[in-house]
């Protein structure tokens, strides 16, 4: 059962995230959904940190060493002497490690996005159409004080909904 | 703005996708009978054979590849120019940078295709692929044509997905509106996207990881079919600066191309509310600053080559300065120059139908420049003995305007499932009070002042 208020503006929002945190609900309990980034609000930069860099240069690092490794051993598995160059020729492989080295990074980052932003999963999760509308939802799944946590979100100036 | 300007804006970005007019299937009618025409055109020359074309000894590379070059070049606007306006966080992007991106995705499509068309037998493309044929030889690796595959798999790839991304928060906003067969086709491409601030940091952290690793494979994209021409030993091929010169060009012929896009849009979807002429304003001076830096570029050629006056080069010069290929080339010179200097150099004349001018003079020239790039090389090699013409045949001309037809058709169709300006960045772009503007944003925000 998850309990939520919608909010015209984000004043409101920011008022019932300041109340739900003084009803003692933690910041990873609460549950911020909108229609357009809000960093100009506190509430904005909750979950803030995150890891896709690091996954985004070790997707780049794998796309390197995959390419690196490509090119020498299909040169070396037939050796074809081409140009004057070496069998070996690293100056025109570069090529190849460069862009496979692009691609690590990017699909990697992508990948890193759907997982970690929960994107593309089945189980239901706490979401109110009404947030296309402009409106702003502020709730928290499954709670373990639901009276005070409806208290908290409708001094915040929303009736609550309940699902 | 206010919640109700956000309402009307959801409602006018959405209205080509929910209200469809009679002219849109006239115009979808007419751009595919022309795609037809040019597939039907395809299949005719793969039938007959690749003689029913002009190229032949010595011009084996003509029409198609000045085709590939151009649009890959034109698939510059998008990307490039999007990811780099992100970066800088310019506020004016943000009803640009989706108008772009698409381009992108289409003319590397299309530029993708000509190789294939130029191949004779295409289904023999997955040749360039990198697997092992049934003896276990692998394609060579030190080969040019090889690094195209990487390079515009690689761009054609990351420019998909930067163009994806964004567009999963406006599909969530369709899916929530639409009933029936489109909710469940929009629900399936908004990827379940709900609106958490968490979602909304990955969202922006991966935008800003993709623009940084977008800029370089598209400079890398057109350096590399640089490098189609310049590891050849033909004469005015075998140059250090081709690289940058197509580069340059590239963004060139881009700028030019998303100008002519967003002021189509304008027009034909009403969307003067958002497409500003400070955005035609802004594009036209970089649109300026990229005719004088190609200027340049053609200078620093021309000039290396005559001070250097080796014979096999000088003839391709000479054939192109004041020989058979001169009209083209000083047609040239007024589409990519003179033309665009003049009317764009005049802020009297930097409006938006003069930015529109200065860009089909570009388009032409650069389309143009390609040819010229391609042919008198070719067809003026170092043995005299080896020289010969080149005339394109209707084939050739069928299928180059069906490509241009089909970058038309598939932009319409975009423009009509897609909203072809990024809602959630405009709303995005409005803060919630002056005082928490930062204050670069003062900047940013003239378009709307000028308005």
């Keep these: 059962m998850s309990v939520y208020g919608l909010y015209d503006n984000g004043d409101a929002a920011q008022l019932a995230v300041d109340a739900l945190r003084a009803s003692g609900v933690t910041e990873d309990a ?21 890891r896709l860099w690091y996954i985004a240069s070790a997707g780049g690092a794998a796309g390197c060493a995959g390419a690196a490794w490509l090119t020498r051993f299909t040169e070396v598995a037939w050796p074809l002497p081409t140009g004057n160059m070496p069998i070996v020729a690293w100056w025109p492989n570069l090529i190849v490690v460069f862009e496979m080295t692009m691609l690590g990074a990017i699909l990697s980052t992508v990948a890193a996005l759907v997982v970690t932003g929960g994107l593309a999963r089945r189980r239901p999760a706490l979401y109110d159409p009404a947030v296309s509308s402009g409106k702003i939802l502020v709730g928290v799944e499954a709670p373990r004080d639901r009276a005070a946590v409806e208290r908290a979100l409708i001094s915040a100036g929303s009736p609550v909904v309940s699902r | 703005m206010s919640h109700v300007s956000h309402e009307r804006l959801t409602a006018d970005l959405l209205r080509p996708l929910e209200q469809t007019s009679w002219r849109f299937y006239l115009l979808v009618a007419f751009l595919g009978s022309i795609v037809a025409m040019g597939l039907g055109t395809w299949m005719y ?17 003509a029409f198609y590849i000045t085709n590939f070059v151009f649009w890959i070049g034109i698939s510059h606007a ?27 995705a289409f003319a590397l499509m299309i530029g993708a295709m000509f190789p294939i068309i130029h191949l004779g037998r295409p289904w023999l493309f997955f040749w360039l692929m990198p697997y092992p044929s049934q003896r276990l030889i692998w394609p060579n690796f030190r080969s040019p044509l090889v690094w195209d595959f990487f390079a515009i798999s690689t761009y054609l790839t990351g420019s998909l997905l930067f ?4 567009m999963i928060p406006d599909f969530a906003l369709i899916r929530d509106r639409a009933t029936g067969i489109r909710r469940r086709i929009y629900g399936v491409l908004a990827l379940g996207w709900r609106g958490t601030t968490k979602q909304w940091h990955r969202l922006e952290t991966a935008m800003q990881i993709m623009a940084i690793a977008i800029i370089p494979v598209a400079v890398s994209v057109h350096t590399i079919v640089s490098f189609d021409f310049s590891m050849a030993p033909v004469p005015m091929w075998h140059s250090t600066m081709f690289g940058p010169y197509f580069v340059a060009g590239a963004i060139f012929s881009g700028i030019a191309g998303l100008i002519i896009a967003m002021a189509s849009l304008r027009k034909f979807l009403h969307l003067e509310a958002y497409l500003h002429p400070v955005h035609f304003e802004n594009l036209g001076k970089l649109l300026l600053m990229m005719s004088m830096l190609w200027a340049y570029f053609i200078f620093a ?3 290396t080559t005559w001070f250097g006056n080796d014979t096999g080069e000088m003839n391709v010069f000479y054939v192109t300065q004041r020989g058979s290929f001169s009209p083209l080339y000083w047609t040239m010179v007024v589409c990519n120059l003179v033309i665009p200097f003049t009317i764009l150099a005049l802020r ?4 938006i139908a003069g930015c529109v001018v200065a860009s089909f003079s570009v388009c032409i020239g650069m389309w143009l420049e390609r040819f010229l790039i391609v042919v008198p090389s070719l067809s003026h090699k170092y043995l005299t003995y080896s020289w010969g013409h080149y005339r394109p045949q209707p084939v050739e001309i069928m299928i180059t305007i069906a490509t241009f037809a089909a970058m038309t058709l598939l932009y319409t169709l975009f423009s009509k ?11 995005a772009g409005d803060h919630p009070s002056a005082a928490l503007y930062p204050a670069p944003m003062h900047e940013h925000k003239l378009g709307e002042t000028h308005a």
């Design chain 1, 30 to 50: 609460i549950t911020v959904i909108s229609a357009e980034p809000m960093e100009d609000y506190e509430f904005g930069n909750i979950n803030r940190r995150s």
């Design chain 2, 45 to 61: 020359q793969m039938y007959m054979g690749f003689g029913m074309t002009g190229i032949n000894m010595p011009v084996y590379w």
């Design chain 2, 78 to 104: 998008g990307t490039l120019i999007s990811a780099i306006l992100r970066l800088v966080n310019a506020g004016w992007r943000r009803p640009v940078t989706r108008c772009a991106e698409v381009i992108t």
């Design chain 2, 163 to 166: 163009l994806f991304l964004p």
């Design chain 2, 301 to 303: 050629e021309r000039l």
């Design chain 2, 348 to 351: 009297w004349l930097r409006t």
């Design chain 2, 417 to 427: 499932f897609v909203p072809i300006i990024s809602i959630w960045e405009l709303k």
